[in-house]
């Protein structure tokens, strides 16, 4: 093509050229024959004019004739600046022909071919005032579009990844929970019916919350993480958090719940709540390996919420970065995971108007999750969370 583009305009410029050339000759060069003829006849006319005696007659016409002999030069001179003139103004016509119309054109056949390409990346340069600005202006839109809608598209590839990724994860955690309780009732751990019926309860209730969660795993399937539903409510959070720990400790032991001796009513989805309890839970068991302590403090107009654990705790350097997606710390050993389970507390902490931080202590790790207490949520940015002493 762009060979094409080239023999184009060099057959145009030679066809130019030879056309010129032909004028100027055509121009510059008189009659030979008609010349000599001229000359003859002023010759003839002077010898006779000589002989017949009448000199002043000869050189008015001598002086005549080269007066016309001049105006002819004259003529052809300014014939040949003429025609130099046209032939310049046909070569000055060329030239803008070719920047005006052939050099963008052939930018924009160079531009469609990188687009065909997949390149999106190189602008296209826009000159509004050859013919072509306003096409190569749309051009560039056109790229420019076709870029942000790519990007917009690998960055909902990537969430909803992490999406199915996430529900994913939240499924073993209840599972894990019926397990347990299964275990129990094996063990003949019910010892007495209402053990036994509460073992069942918790295991029908977290066959209800895995199907939930695989509800919301096929509904968010080409989700975002914007949209994975949290539906807040007012929540006494004390006899929430009472029972959710007697629910996950499912009689090990393990976990210690201060009473707070208060009560606090926030804006929070249960069933999230829960997920977020759950997760911190699972990762003391699978990290710290040690026994977790849970207690409610009030500071003003604030809740804390605070689990703790008494293992090695997360290296200095990791903290920083616990909570980004699929990151895990460089301590984790063999232990298997995703890196998602602090990721969707700070998630889910967030959409409920909440904050989260986590600190190393001397014997362990600490996650401090810290609610406006209703109806104060308007303040929940300003609040300043104190470190566990």
Not at 34 to 56: D, Y
Request: contains cysteine; glycine residues 6%.
């Amino acid at each position: 093509m762009r060979a094409r583009y080239w023999m184009t305009i060099g057959a145009f410029l030679l066809l130019l050229v030879l056309v010129s050339a032909l004028a100027l000759q055509m121009i510059g060069t008189a009659d030979p024959a008609e010349q000599q003829a001229e000359q003859v006849v002023f010759i003839n006319e002077l010898h006779q004019l000589i002989r017949a005696g009448e000199l002043e007659k000869a050189n008015a016409a001598t002086e005549s004739y080269l007066n016309e002999s001049n105006r002819q030069a004259v003529s052809r001179q300014a014939l040949l600046l003429l025609g130099a003139g046209c032939i310049a103004i046909l070569l000055a016509a060329a030239l803008v022909l070719y920047m005006t119309v052939l050099r963008p054109f052939h930018k924009l056949e160079t531009f469609a071919a990188r687009i065909a390409t997949g390149d999106f990346d190189l602008p296209l340069q826009v000159d509004r005032s050859n013919y072509f600005g306003a096409f190569t202006w749309a051009f560039d839109c056109m790229r420019r579009e076709i870029k942000n809608a790519r990007e917009n598209e690998a960055r909902a590839v990537e969430q909803n990844k992490t999406v199915i990724a996430t529900l994913s994860h939240d499924i073993k955690t209840p599972i894990a929970s019926i397990l347990t309780y299964a275990e129990g009732l094996e063990a003949n751990m019910d010892a007495s019916p209402e053990r036994r019926a509460r073992y069942l309860s918790v295991i029908m209730r977290k066959c209800s919350e895995v199907a939930k969660l695989t509800d919301d795993l096929f509904l968010h399937a080409i989700s975002d993480m914007d949209r994975l539903s949290v539906n807040c409510e007012t929540l006494e959070l004390t006899a929430f958090v009472e029972e959710a720990a007697r629910e996950l400790d499912a009689a090990r032991g393990e976990l210690c719940l201060s009473a707070p001796g208060f009560q606090a009513e926030i804006a929070a989805d249960p069933k999230r709540l829960l997920q977020i309890l759950e997760n911190l839970v699972a990762n003391a068991r699978k990290y710290a390996k040690s026994k977790m302590d849970l207690r409610l403090e009030l500071h003003g107009d604030t809740v804390l919420l605070r689990f703790r654990d008494y293992g090695p705790g997360i290296p200095d350097a990791d903290l920083p970065f616990v909570f980004d997606r699929f990151y895990r710390g460089a301590n984790v050993g063999k232990e298997a995971g995703s890196g998602l389970g602090l990721f969707i507390v700070e998630y889910l902490t967030e959409a409920m108007h909440g904050r989260v931080q986590i600190e190393n202590l001397s014997d362990g790790c600490c996650v401090t999750l810290a609610f406006p207490i209703l109806p104060q949520m308007e303040d929940a940015e300003k609040t300043a969370y104190p470190r566990l002493s």
